[in-house]
């Protein structure tokens, strides 16, 4: 696509419920990279992927948080036992390669945990 | 002290007037320096970057860095109605390591009026 595409756009889920974010990034974008935006914090990055590895997750706030990527395409961001405090938009980005100029944004996976 | 500072607004402006937004930063191996602009339940989109110091045009935006006081703007000239979203100052150090990782700022909400 022509585009960072993200899914689901929007989701409400119960605590204790786990969720599954996928991502699916600008066609030939090596890296990419899972952010989170907070009410109130900003965007905080939570790891990044070239290719299949991960080799940076030094973002990821507790070990309930986990990604993977397969195929150096498709990305899926999995948060078990969700809690209140994950409520947040999850934001999906690609570059062209690891490189803090060219990476853009997908519209993200507005979380929210009742 | 918070890696990059951004003044959240609200900032309130009449068409055609020239905007003014601001980053300070304390991180001094920061040498991308990205605006990005977020509407309303949207995503990121990235502006403008400049590496290092000095300015840089695009239309109606002029990104300017400072590396010496670690201080960046964003100009926007003859703001439109269109412009009215919360703008977002981004950093990555250069070379290897991790330039792919972006801090960012708060964000500042900006509204232009017709």
């Known amino acids: 696509g022509a585009g960072v595409s993200q899914s689901p756009s929007n989701k409400v889920t119960e605590k204790g419920k786990d969720v599954e974010l996928r991502c699916d990034p600008i066609?030939?974008?090596?890296?990419l990279y899972w952010y989170r935006q907070s009410l109130g914090q900003g965007l905080e990055f939570l790891i990044y992927?070239?290719?299949?590895?991960?080799?940076?997750k030094s973002g990821l706030p507790s070990d309930r948080f986990s990604a993977e990527r397969t195929g150096g395409s498709v990305s899926t961001l999995t948060i078990q036992r969700t809690q209140q405090e994950d409520s947040a938009v999850y934001l999906c980005a690609s570059s062209p390669t690891a490189s803090g100029n060219t990476i853009y944004f997908g519209e993200g996976s507005w979380l929210t945990v009742v | 002290q918070k890696e990059v500072e951004q003044d959240p607004g609200p900032l309130s402006v009449p068409e055609g007037a020239i905007v003014s937004l601001n980053c300070t930063y304390s991180n001094s191996a920061f040498q991308y320096f990205m605006w990005y602009r977020q509407y309303s339940r949207k995503g990121p989109e990235l502006l403008m970057y400049?590496?290092?110091?000095g300015n840089k045009e695009d239309g109606r935006f002029t990104a300017q860095v400072d590396k010496s006081s670690k201080y960046i703007s964003l100009f926007i000239r003859d703001s439109q109605p269109s412009d009215s979203a919360t703008y977002l100052c981004a950093m990555s150090s250069g070379g290897g390591g991790s330039n792919y990782k972006l801090t960012f700022g708060k964000g500042t909400l900006l509204t232009v009026n017709p």
């Open positions: 400049t590496y290092s110091s």
């Open positions: 066609s030939g974008h090596t890296a």
């Open positions: 992927f070239q290719g299949n590895s991960a080799p940076d």
